[in-house]
Structure formats: structure tokens, C-alpha cells
């Protein structure tokens, strides 16, 4: 670990200025060209076998040793957000209404540098490592677009591993839980048809209006009244819409919303219980209701071993001075789709700096990072790495 610490160290000055560069041109998901174009550059000059348009925009770099040995898969995510970045920094954004505003430009960069320092090793190589550049985290699912086009296969990993930077905790703070450590996500959509008719006259209509109220209102009993208190879930509405005046009583109104599980059992009662709720609510006032649900993320539930591995890395490196087997966020992410079948490991990167001013959570438009995480984060993957094929 100690090499790759100082390893990490002595390329800090183009780690920085490529991260800076992706942060001064985001690319939104499946649209990361000019990113990918770069990775794929560097993983090709290295001597990696690639494949680019792995999930439309994804790049895979594959780093083969002289020995057989396990596979590991590496995974780092490229997309940006639309959001209109508001820092004022010189590496501030020139694409308008697009931000690097999730810290991804900072993986891509790292991912550069574990490439940069792990194909350094390659001759002393027990396996392989497989680099992935992910596109299109940001609820655009790059994760199972790439498992399409067969980022698992030829071969299949026995290990991976994935990283955040992760404002919600200082720089030197390292976070990997055993188990369960970020929330299944899924979007819902309500339809609820009445009967319209004249705002003056509801003796003659099934107000739509009003049963998707008492829906709003029933559906903050789903995690009170059916779970576990024990169990953490989330069930948001997040719009409502009826009705285009002031005096026609429409007829039909919807309701769409988030929820957030850890446990396959949560998410069958959730969806269960919001499905009901909305359609009995819908029928006693004379209405009916049609709920479905999108595919979103599984939950991220890390491998205990892998989970205990990074852990200790974290250990080795002078910069850590916490490191966590709690952190629990009800945030999302599809590296799950990578963890299905193969045991790994996904972590987060403490990345504020109050007294900079570097604290903005994820998703701002002032978002930022203190960039003495970049070396960190850097430092861990490719020790990770080492430990199962060097
Ligand atoms: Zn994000
Ligand atoms: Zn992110």
C-alpha cells in the first residue's frame, strides 16, 4: 500500500489538473464523448486491451498480468448533472447548464491515475484488473447498460469494487460498511380516474381532486403502520398534478414519487402497500387508481470481507483519520448492478472542507471537493486492487 500511497503522491499535479479539466467539460449521461474519448486514449496507450461503446459510452480497459490470478474489476462513474454550476473558480464549467456537480470528474481522474500506477505493475501481475468507465449513473442505469453489452463477461470478475467522493464527510474520513450501505431505489406513478363535471355541481362527479389528497395522506402510513420500525424506507410524493382551471372538477389527476428500500422483503411490502392504499382510497370515493412501479437500483450491500479489505487499506493511508463501518445513506447507486452475483465492495471518500468552503452536498450548483481526496481515493483503489493480484 505504501507505494501506491506514494505513487498516488507523486502524479497529485496531473491528477488534479485532469480532474479539473472533466470538471470544466461535463458531459451528461450517455453523452460523455469527449470524456470516455480521453480514458480510452490513456487506457490503449498503457498497453490495455479496450473496448469503447460498452453501454453506448463506456470504456473498458483491460489489464492483463503474466500469471493467472483472479479477475478484479475496478469501477469509476463519468456523468454530469444539468445543473448551472454557480462556483467561481477558474476551472469552472463551459458547458452551460451543465455541472460535474456528484464529483464524477473526480473518479474519472482517479480512475486514471489507478490505471497509470497499477499498469506500472503489470509484469508482476496474479490476474487481472478490469477498468470500467461507466457512463450514465445519474438515474440513466450505465450500469446495466454496460452489463448488456458484456462488461461482466471475458472474463468475469471475482472481485469489484467502486468508490464516491463523498461531501457528506471531511477529507480523511473513509467510509465502508458491512452489508447494507445505500438504498434500492424505484419511481411510482398513480393514475387516478374519476368523473368530471361542473365545480358547482361535485353531486355529479367523482372528484379525482380529492381522493389523490386522501392518497397523499394514506400513503404516509405505508413505512408507520407496515414495516418494521427497525427497517429504514422512504415513501415521497413528489408531484401532483390536476385540473387546467378553476371551475371544472377534472377527470383525472396523478401522483408520482420515490421510494427507498435496503431489504427485498421492505421493497415487496412497500410496493404492496402503496398499490393498495391507492386503489382502495380510489374506490371509496367513486374513483379508480393504477399504480406502477419503474425499475430503479438495488440497494448497494457490500461483501464483508471486501468490506473488512478496504477498511484496513484505509489504515495504511497517513491522510485517513477515520474510517467508518457506519455510514448509511438512503442515496442511491447503480454499481449494485456489478454486486449481484460477484462480492465487493463500494466505499466513500470524505471530501469536504468546511473551512474552505467546501461542503456543498452532492447535486448544488456549488458543489466541490477538496482535492486532497483525489490522491486518497487513488491511493485506496489501487491498493485494494493489489491485494488480490500483486
Ligand atoms: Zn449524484
Ligand atoms: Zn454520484
Known sequence: MSEFIKAAKSLEKVLIAERRDFHRHPEVGYNEIRTSGIVAQLLDELGMQVQDGVGKTGVVGLLSGQHAGPTVLLRFDMDAL??????????????????????????????MCVARMLAAHSDNLKGSIKFVFQPAEEGGAGAAAMI????????????????????????????????????????????????????????????????????????????????PPADAVVVSVTQIHCGDTHNVIPNEASLAGTLRYFSASAYETVTNSVTRIAEDIASAMGCSANVSFSTGYRPVSNNLDAARLVREQAQYVPEVNIVSNEERTAVSEDFSEFMVDIPGCYFFVGSSNSERGLAYPHHHPKFDIDEQSLTIGAAMMAGIASQHVL
Open 82 to 111: 444539468p445543473i448551472q454550476e454557480e462556483n467561481d473558480v477558474e476551472y469552472v464549467s463551459q458547458n452551460n447548464g451543465v455541472m460535474h456537480a456528484c464529483g464524477h470528474d473526480g473518479h474519472v481522474a482517479i480512475g
Open 148 to 227: 448488456r453489452d458484456g462488461v461482466l463477461l471475458d472474463p468475469t470478475p471475482d472481485y469489484v469494487y467502486g468508490m464516491h467522493l463523498w461531501n457528506e464527510r471531511p477529507v480523511g474520513w473513509v467510509g465502508a460498511t458491512d452489508g447494507n450501505m445505500m438504498a434500492g431505489s424505484c419511481s411510482w406513478q398513480c393514475t387516478i380516474v374519476g368523473n368530471g363535471g361542473h365545480a358547482a355541481a361535485p353531486q355529479h362527479t367523482n372528484d379525482p381532486a380529492v381522493a389523490a389528497a386522501q392518497i397523499v395522506m394514506g400513503l404516509q402510513t405505508v413505512v408507520s403502520r407496515n414495516l
